[in-house]
Nanobody, 130 residues
Framework: QVQLVESGGGLVQAGVSLRLSCTVS????????MGWFRQVPGKEREFVAS????????FYANSVRGRFTISRDNAKNTVWLQMNSMKPEDTAVYFC???????????????????????WGQGTQVTVSS
């Protein structure tokens, strides 16, 4: 069983940067493609970004493309979400998610559908003030 723990959330002003971390334990991170989602109370969970198991392929939501960067270091069992030029509408609880890849291609990157992911972290709150 894989466990995911997010960290790095907090309260920031608009325009600044913040980096979230997701630490993978229990299994080797290299066996999983990873994603970041976010959710505002009362709204549906929203896809943010995803990355292939080897880190070579990434995919972003239109709302964050060009501002956010997802990356990973499998040796450290860690995935990051670098968030730049933050906006008040980025305020949400951010969740890390993992998809077991098995024998799937190393370059496969999951999409926006949260059902594609089997494991989820508890989330970290990010608040952006205007």
């Amino acid at each position: 069983q894989v466990q995911l723990v997010e960290s790095g959330g907090g309260l920031v002003q608009a325009g600044v940067s913040l980096r979230l971390s997701c630490t993978v334990s229990g299994r080797t991170a290299a066996n999983y493609a990873m994603g970041w989602f976010r959710q505002v109370p009362g709204k549906e969970r929203e896809f943010v970004a995803s990355i292939s198991r080897n880190g070579g392929s990434t995919f972003y939501a239109n709302s964050v493309r060009g501002r956010f960067t997802i990356s990973r270091d499998n040796a450290k069992n860690t995935v990051w979400l670098q968030m730049n030029s933050m906006k008040p509408e980025d305020t949400a609880v951010y969740f890390c998610a993992a998809k077991y890849m098995g024998f799937m291609s190393d370059s496969y990157v999951p999409g926006e559908d949260g059902h594609e992911y089997s494991y989820w972290g508890q989330g970290t709150q990010v608040t952006v003030s205007s």
